[in-house]
Nanobody, 119 residues
Framework: QVQLVASGGGLVQAGGSLRLSCAASGSIFSIGAMGWYRQAPGKQREMVARITSGGETNYTDSVKGRFTISRENVKRTVYLQMDSLKPEDTAVYYC?????????????WGQGTQVTVSS
């Protein structure tokens, strides 16, 4: 069974940094694009950053220059380095990945990890 497990959230002061990790496990043949989304209270889930299997990245405008997405294919892990955090970055962060596994090819989601930025 394929799983994505996210970690690294927490409480940080404005201007601080956090690094999120999300590791895939299970009977996986290949992993395509991986990404991070977030959902703040009362708001819709939004894309934060995505990275293709070839390493191409894209970011939502509000995090450009502050967040960096990367991946380690051998470890089946995607990271989100978050610097210069702002209170408006407070949200539950979710990872996802396009995964080809036994008899399936679909988008998988990890459980959320809470990021809270205090002012």
């Amino acid at each position: 069974q394929v799983q994505l497990v996210a970690s690294g959230g927490g409480l940080v002061q404005a201007g601080g940094s956090l690094r999120l990790s999300c590791a895939a496990s299970g009977s996986i043949f290949s992993i395509g694009a991986m990404g991070w989304y977030r959902q703040a209270p009362g708001k819709q889930r939004e894309m934060v950053a995505r990275i293709t299997s070839g390493g191409e990245t894209n970011y939502t405008d509000s995090v450009k220059g502050r967040f960096t997405i990367s991946r380690e294919n051998v470890k089946r892990t995607v990271y989100l380095q978050m610097d210069s955090l702002k209170p408006e970055d407070t949200a539950v962060y979710y990872c996802n990945a396009d995964i080809a596994a036994v008899a399936t090819l679909r988008l998988y989601w990890g459980q959320g990890t809470q990021v809270t930025v205090s002012s």
